[in-house]
């Protein structure tokens, strides 16, 4: 059975499938710096919080914002491209009916009268009262999925290593 890390290394990108990413070609010179591709606990569980945090509140470009961010603050580029992955055309719909509701709650604000998922032109009708609960909801979404994918990994890799410590100890 593979383990989780076994599994996210099998789906992170390469460095060479980076590169060839349209968006991040002009920055190919900068992506050969060692720490953006080493798994260590930090990185991964940096480059995973940056990809949940930018897949979250980011709708467009995210691969190229999680690699700039991942860039910029020396974390795992392939974990922070995997980690956009979690708003995708499935998911897109529910994280943001959710993210609306938590924002119009946080704000105080009621939810728009006579909005319908089912109908796209309410939505867009409805655009000026749903922004601001909207980015709300998607900023504490994105914030705190961000602050949990970085202690879990955190956690889980401690936990990994405390392990394998115990079982050469002992053997």
Not at 21 to 45: E, Y
Not at 156 to 167: E, F, G, L, S, Y
Request: overall charge positive.
């Amino acid at each position: 059975m593979q383990t989780l890390f076994e599994r996210l290394r099998a789906m992170a990108p390469s460095r060479a499938q980076l590169e060839a990413t349209p968006g991040l070609r002009r920055l190919a010179p900068h992506l050969s710096h060692p720490k953006l591709w080493v798994w260590s606990r930090r990185g991964v569980a940096m480059g995973l919080a940056l990809g949940l945090f930018i897949g979250l509140l980011i709708p467009v470009a995210q691969f190229l914002f999680a690699a700039v961010a991942a860039m910029c603050l020396r974390a795992n580029i392939a974990v922070a491209a995997v980690g956009t992955l979690v708003s995708n055309p499935l998911t897109v719909p529910p994280i943001y009916y959710a993210a609306y509701h938590l924002g119009a709650w946080a704000t105080g604000t009621s939810a728009a009268e006579g909005m319908s998922l089912a109908d796209p032109w309410s939505l867009v009708e409805h655009f000026g009262t749903i922004g601001l609960p909207l980015f709300t909801g998607l900023a504490i979404t994105a914030s705190v999925a961000a602050v949990a994918g970085y202690l879990l990994i955190s956690q889980v890799w401690i936990r990994r290593v405390n392990a394998k410590r115990r079982c050469c100890v002992r053997g």
